[in-house]
């Protein structure tokens, strides 16, 4: 009894907070199935409709949109993971000459990362000829610190008798890197997935910067162009066009959340 | 097989392609209607290839034209804002169509256009922009409310005094409706241009060198926007947002709104109510400046490419399509002839506020437009907002923009 | 000998690439940043000269650079606390066993996988005047709503809030996997000693947090420089640069005026600020964290 009430105060704070953060996903879940002018009053009752998400799809190639995040995700996240994988094993496990100089250095990123340098790495990508393309939103990020870091420390954690035993079995050192370390480092694969999947996936200002055509334009620069204010809001239409660009997003955090919360506790992070 | 190859790499040799970018800034699915256009040109013109790049707003459109520019995949030609004319005239970027029209019937084009829409495209003598998706402001007023309120609906305010005693029976004291809304974000320099002129001043020379932001015309017309909130109490403080405020016309939450002709055509399909459509008000004399954007021609391109570029903007501004991009949006009908058309005449008859931009162009002078303009702009943006909706007074903000943008616009002198 | 020499040469090969590319992306135009903004702005008509330090005198006399200064260092001071203490609540709360607890995580994460440009839209509507969700669900309450982004006094903070609301939730997820992590027989121990659970929190919880708090206040700290997309759509640093920030300010000098010297050195001043506060952070704070 003495427990009770606090414990009724505390579910009531946890669920008041919970409907006001969910609450801005909620209205445009509601809005984008109702017409414009329903929407702004909250007529509940209003007719649903699927006009808003038809008027989308066609006044701006979201389809087009999508698989370019969907590209510059994907090939980011490998091209993260490989890199990432490589040096942190270095950094973790060879004493090689210069190496804690160049750890600090890559460590650098963490605080100046390419949104801050937006004018200079615009030259950088400009004068290699990649504006305008899908390797030159991805370029500057890459190599990820971060991916590094996290890397490094869950490939310290790893017992070196695993390392010897699998030199012994006559492992080259790559060898031991694909076999013992990858696999027993997946959670954190997982948990920086995660991390760099929805920045991605939500970059803004680099992109707007550095893509100008249909072809290379990711799902946020194209809403933000199809939803600029300048043009007059409509806001059912912005609804739906945010759900369609948000679903997949969405979807696979809904289908996966456990999994990437035991991964987050298992991968270090914290 | 030889043979084929060889006729097919021949005709791809031929044909000209050519990048174009461009904005759109108010209302409606108009990336269609460019679409359109462009289809029906590369249908005529088989051996000219465009490639129609929506960019976002002007501000967008121009980042993007240029940085392709510069990054080596230039653009051939593109529609920007009217008043970047002399930011890409000092980036080197562009030709003067007087360079790039021969015939004596290119050249008659080049004449056919509304002066008032010329001015912001001309300087040095030349004529360096084209128009195409232009306005003027218009004042949009509900019909039903001002009946409500006891005032004639087909006799809008034609004054700064009838405007404001017209907002003050429009505006209900519950706040559930207001007398008046101009908007003081996205452009507000430009409707600030309206007050000016209407007042009896302009905002600029018309060398783009020298601008007059603490005339005492210009003081008056600031003092007078910021009377509309403070003083009258027609308008809400604070402020008044460009994006939305076309929603709260159709909401009816504002009797008047002072926005572009381009948003014409949404609000027609949009409104539940009888709406009308007015010149602005004049104190005395009516003022507007025009507005939006015109075609340029980059100076990197061939000039087989100057000439389909060209070509291409013959065809966009023709009396036909100017009337079809009229009608669809509001913009005005670039020439006179475009109003001489079957289709625009109509169109005019049965639903007159179409003319009113047009009418209103013998009121109209040059948009905002310096050097350095994007920093001028925003010496103005930001004075204009500092006084609506931060509590300066109007003397305070234009002597300190105008000393600022004095200092900038020094090294042109 | 022979092996050593080999552990050097792969050590570096492994690390090329990435090194490659992060001094290619961050070291380099952190440098070159500083040697343009010594230079005047040019055009193919007025070439562009060494100016030395007029970039930075010029800085000194712009007024709207002390205003974003100041509005930026308001942004840091109103998200960041808030911010890693809504975190720290949330998952307190979501570690309990409360009625509800996956939907409570999942309300409380979502906003972190949302654009925040699509959502600046979402919040647009809810901040618009008249005919908001705010001002219709307060107004026949009587209360009186200001125009929250068209007031400069409220535009700031209105931006914060939603910041906020998009940030707690990542934060949240680091001290989950934290909490855990905590053995339960340290909570027993307590509770058997008769100790309060706010007492407990204080005294064992939060100290064995600190390392988690090290990280979220660095990710806190560095978001409230670069976070800046919402402004696009909502405000665009009005009314009169009352929400402008510093890294939206170089966008726009950079973007909008094509003034890449003067942006150059906005940049380093903005640079010369997150070493400062990482000297700070890494230096003092972690001298205090109790590492386990």
């Not at chain 2, 006729?7 to 409606?28: D, R």
């Not at chain 2, 027609?268 to 104190?283: E, Q």
């Not at chain 2, 209103?360 to 004075?383: C, H, I, P």
């Not at chain 3, 808030?82 to 949330?90: D, E, F, K, R, W």
């Amino acid at each position: 009894m003495r427990n009770f009430i606090p414990y009724t105060l505390t579910s009531f704070g946890a669920w008041a907070l919970a409907i006001l953060w969910i609450s801005p996903l909620v209205f445009a879940f509601w809005a984008a199935f109702h017409y414009s002018s329903d929407a702004i009053h909250f007529d509940l009752l209003a007719p649903l409709t699927f006009e808003n998400f038809r008027t989308v799809w066609e006044q701006a190639p979201f389809p087009r949109y999508m698989f370019n995040t969907f590209v510059l995700v994907t090939g980011l996240l490998i091209s993260q993971c490989v890199l990432a994988t490589l040096a942190a094993f270095a950094f973790a496990r060879m004493n090689f000459w210069g190496g804690s100089v160049a750890f600090a250095l890559v460590l650098v990123q963490l605080m100046v990362t390419p949104e801050i340098l937006i004018v200079e790495n615009y030259a950088t990508v400009s004068a290699l000829g990649y504006a305008d393309s899908l390797v030159g939103i991805g370029l500057p990020y890459a190599a990820s610190a971060f991916g590094i870091f996290l890397l490094r420390q869950s490939f310290k954690s790893i017992p070196k008798e695993l390392d010897d035993a699998a030199r012994m079995e006559g492992c080259s050192t790559l060898g031991i890197l694909w076999r013992v370390y990858v696999p027993l480092a997946i959670p954190t694969y997982l948990a920086y997935g995660l991390v760099s999947i929805s920045h991605h996936w939500n970059n803004f200002l680099w992109p707007l910067v550095i893509s100008n055509s249909v072809e290379t334009r990711p799902l946020t620069v194209g809403l933000a162009i199809f939803g600029a204010p300048e043009s007059g809001v409509e806001w059912s239409e912005i609804s739906a066009a945010t759900l369609i660009s948000i679903a997949p997003l969405l979807i696979a955090f809904l289908l996966f959340q456990r999994q990437f919360i035991k991964s987050f506790m298992a991968s270090g992070i914290k | 097989m030889g043979a084929t190859m060889a006729l097919s790499a021949g005709v791809a040799a031929a044909k000209t392609s050519l990048t174009m970018y461009y904005p759109v800034a108010v209302g409606g699915p108009l990336t269609k209607i460019v679409d359109g256009i462009v289809a029906d040109f590369e249908k005529q013109n088989p051996d000219i290839d465009v490639n129609a790049i929506y960019a976002g707003n002007y501000n967008d459109a121009r980042i993007k034209a240029l940085a392709a520019l510069k990054s080596g995949q230039p653009a051939q030609l593109s529609v920007m804002f009217s008043i970047d004319i002399y930011d890409l005239i000092e980036q080197d970027a562009i030709v003067a169509f007087d360079d790039v029209v021969s015939t004596d019937e290119e050249k008659a084009w080049l004449k056919s256009f509304y002066p008032a829409l010329m001015e912001n495209g001309q300087t040095l003598g030349k004529t360096w922009g084209v128009p195409f998706q232009r306005s003027t402001i218009v004042m949009y007023y509900n019909k039903d409310a001002f009946r409500a309120a006891g005032l004639d609906a087909e006799n809008p305010p034609k004054t700064w005094e009838e405007l404001v005693a017209a907002g003050k029976k429009l505006t209900k004291k519950d706040g559930s409706q207001w007398g008046m809304m101009i908007p003081s974000t996205g452009y507000p320099y430009w409707m600030f241009g309206a007050l000016t002129k209407q007042n009896g001043q302009v905002l600029m020379n018309a060398d783009g060198t020298e601008t007059y932001f603490n005339n005492p015309k210009v003081v008056e017309a600031l003092s007078f926007w910021k009377d509309l909130s403070q003083k009258h109490e027609v308008m809400p403080k604070g402020a008044i947002e460009w994006g939305t405020l076309r929603k709260n016309f159709l909401e009816q939450k504002t009797a008047i709104m002072w926005h572009s002709t381009g948003n014409l055509t949404t609000v027609k399909k949009n409104a539940k109510f009888d709406f009308g459509v007015a010149m602005l008000p004049g104190n005395p004399s009516r003022g507007t400046p025009t507005g939006g954007g015109n075609f340029y021609i980059f100076k990197k391109s061939s000039d087989e490419e100057k000439k389909a570029a060209l070509k291409l903007i013959k065809f966009m501004t023709s009396p036909k399509n100017a009337a079809k991009w009229s009608m669809e949006t509001g913009y005005i009908g670039v020439s006179p002839e475009a109003y001489k058309t079957k289709e625009l005449k109509e169109y005019a008859k049965s639903f007159p506020p179409a003319a009113v931009a047009r009418d209103q162009l013998n009121f109209a002078t040059a948009e905002l437009s310096t050097y350095q303009t994007g920093r001028v702009r925003k010496l103005l943006d930001d004075a204009l907002q500092a006084a609506i909706a931060g509590g300066k007074t109007p003397e305070e903000v234009l002597n300190d923009a105008q000393a600022r943008a004095t200092q900038l616009l020094k090294p042109y002198k | 000998m022979r092996i050593s020499g080999n552990r050097h040469i792969l050590g570096w090969l492994l690390i090329s690439p990435a090194v490659i590319l992060l001094v290619t992306f961050t070291h380099y135009p952190s440098v070159s940043s500083f040697f343009s903004s010594l230079f005047s702005r040019g055009n193919p008509i007025r070439p562009s000269k060494f100016v030395g330090a007029d970039q930075y005198t010029a800085m000194l006399e712009d007024p709207v650079f002390w205003t974003v200064l100041e509005n930026n260092l308001i942004y840091a001071a109103g998200t960041i606390p808030a911010s890693i203490g809504l975190a720290l609540l949330m998952a307190v709360l979501v570690d309990q066993m409360l009625p509800g607890r996956a939907f409570l995580r999942l309300a409380y994460f979502t906003p972190t996988i949302l654009p925040m440009i699509a959502v600046a839209n979402i919040w647009l509507f809810f901040y618009t005047p008249e005919i908001g969700l705010l001002d219709q669900v307060l107004r026949p309450l009587g209360i009186d709503t200001p125009n929250w982004l068209g007031d400069p006094s409220t535009a700031l903070w209105s931006i914060i809030f939603i910041t906020i609301w998009k940030e707690a939730g990542f934060f949240m997820i680091f001290y989950l996997a934290a909490l855990q992590t905590q053995s339960p027989e340290l909570k027993e121990a307590a509770k058997l000693e008769g100790a309060s659970a706010f007492t407990f929190f204080r005294r064992v919880t939060f100290p064995l947090l600190m390392p988690t708090t090290l990280f979220v206040l660095v990710n806190a700290v560095l978001n409230s420089f670069k976070l800046v997309d919402h402004i696009f759509i909502l405000t665009k640093g009005g009314p009169n640069n009352a929400s402008s920030l510093i890294l939206y300010y170089i966008y726009e000098t950079a973007f909008s005026f094509f003034d890449t010297p003067y942006a150059a050195a906005l940049t380093i001043v903005l640079l010369g600020f997150l070493a400062l506060l990482a000297f700070v952070q890494f230096g003092l704070l972690e001298k205090r964290i109790h590492y386990r």
